[in-house]
């Protein structure tokens, strides 16, 4: 027996996005450091954003393999359809890569845009799991969604009822899911009848951050079938990119010029872009509040939101400065209070600095728990896929934000709810800032050795060790 063979060896197979990739790392990461497996990752490189480059550059602690299919996407799609695209391109990349591996791994982890992938684990006589990079209540949307009656599916996407799913709080027409607002589900709902097909779904929450979504999750009928005897759910989160210490940037450098908690971070993800006359309003918005600001800022897209999903981290090639698209004297006039950083920054380390405060987000879910993992309060500003379930959670359910409206959002509103999360003085605002600070150290407790999440990765590991060992066991009986 290899030195290889005494530990189970898990592979992962992760979509195009930074927000798919960095959790995913965390993950491998944890499989091998905390769970001794031996783990590869591949990934499905979208081969055009700058910061995916440098993300895997760096991450040498983990066995990184990179697929990169071939395809050519009509640049005019959204950007689930073009990752539909490349993903659907991918599976005999795949199906090579582990038919060939020795030994061959124990257990494919996929993403939901993977879920095809569950199928060829299973072919090739390995376990499937699926990581839910988001959180538990969009779960058990996806897990309730291929036994929804169509009528109720209808009602919700063309008479915009709320969606009720068991156990849970129902989703308003006004939160729900691009591709539901969109119309067009027939992928989504093949990805959730494949969900149904794995041996295990884990999913980047805690027990205390949504404990009603869980428990329908484990304990309602509709939502925990699929394979004979349901789909066993481990909530592994909260699983983020930590900070990496004395990383040099300036932007670090400027935030350490400031007092303690007087900074607000404004950021849209890896791929959230504004209209300019948005861009604007934010930027007179900002200025109002009379707050210090850092904010990651990208050239104006007036048609996506998504507009950078495969683009993160390049630069915009027009170097004017300041950006045309901003306010006239915007930039001399906040000199003194505010960072202007060009389309990327290094957030886990801005969110772990000690003079920031509050944090205005797009709310993808990895910068939610970011947020909260780092006690810093959100202004909530959802733009696509389910931000808009994330925001409508975290602010009327978790009690860990406030939401600026919907359409464009004036400058006078921006003032107020950034004033709310940050001023002394307001009693909601102080409320949120306890809250929060209360779910950072529950997470903490729940992803620390012997805590919750801590126990169900290490269940999952258990499974696929288990698994390793029947099979080399059943490979001698049969030699
Ligand atoms: N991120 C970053 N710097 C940026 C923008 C984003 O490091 O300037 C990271 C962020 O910390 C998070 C991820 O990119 O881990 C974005 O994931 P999220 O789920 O929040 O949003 P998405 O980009 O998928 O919409």
Redesign the pocket.
Known sequence: MTAQESEAHVALLVSP????L??FLELAHRLVHHHNLHATLFVICSGTSA?ESLLLQKSSAVNIVPLRPSVSLDPTANFIDKLKAIMSASPPLLRRSLSTAKPRPAALIVDLFGTWGLAIAHELGMLGFVFM?TSAWFLSLARFFPTMDKKMINDHVYNHEPLRIPGCSPVRFENTTQVLENGVYDDFELMARELGTADGILSNTWQDLEPTNIKALTEIETLTCGKAGGVPIYPIGPL??HAEPNLESEVLKWLDRQPDESVIYV??????TLSEEQIKELALGLELSQQRFVW?IRPPVDTDS?GT?FT??NQSGDDKWPPEYLPEGFVNRTKEVGLL?P??????E??NHRSVRGFL??????????SIMNGVAMVTWP???E?KMNAAELTEEVGVGVRVSRGLVSREEIESKVRKIMAEEDEEGRRIRERVKALKRSGERAAAKGGSSYNSLAQVAAECDIFRRQTQLRRAVAA
Do not use: C, D, K
């Open positions: 996005g930074m927000g798919h960095i959790p910061a990079t983020i990119r950021s849209f993800g890896s791929g959230g990651v998504s999903f993160a981290g950083v389309t990327w920054g290094p957030q886990a801005i969110l987000t797009h709310t993808g879910w990895n910068s939610s728990l970011e733009l696509y896929a931000q």
